[in-house]
């Protein structure tokens, strides 16, 4: 299954053709966004292999369980992944790694990666806000 808002960018993709701009993630709704948006339901399972290689900022707000997407997005080798709070309008790079106790299998699933978040400078979060 494909979030909504993803099936243009898979038909581009088959076509080795990739947005230009970052892809944002949603999983607060619909956005107004210049950027190519698609909307995801964290609470169900998505098909991300149209993210390979593709820059991707998850859109979220407190109470909403980003940590799981985000490490799917990961897995499915998304080139850079950040996260940007909706309300409080700020922004940290996710920076995934490994499990250690996942170390010893031969194939991974969202659940043997976890998740550092390393806050962006107030000066990265207003230069996001211009640019979105």
Known sequence: MLPYGARPIVEARLQGKRPAEML????????????PVVVADPAKTYDWRFVIGLEVCVFARPGVRFHPVICELYRHAASWIGLWDVDAQQGTDC?????????????????DFDAIYWPWLEMENKEFRRAA
Do not use: C, W, Y
């Not at 993630?25 to 956005?31: A, D, I, K, P, Y």
């Open 24 to 35: 944002i993630v949603s999983l607060v709704g619909q956005l107004d966004e210049v950027n």
């Open 95 to 111: 920076i995934v790694h490994l499990r250690p106790e996942a170390m010893n299998k031969t194939r991974f699933v969202g659940a």
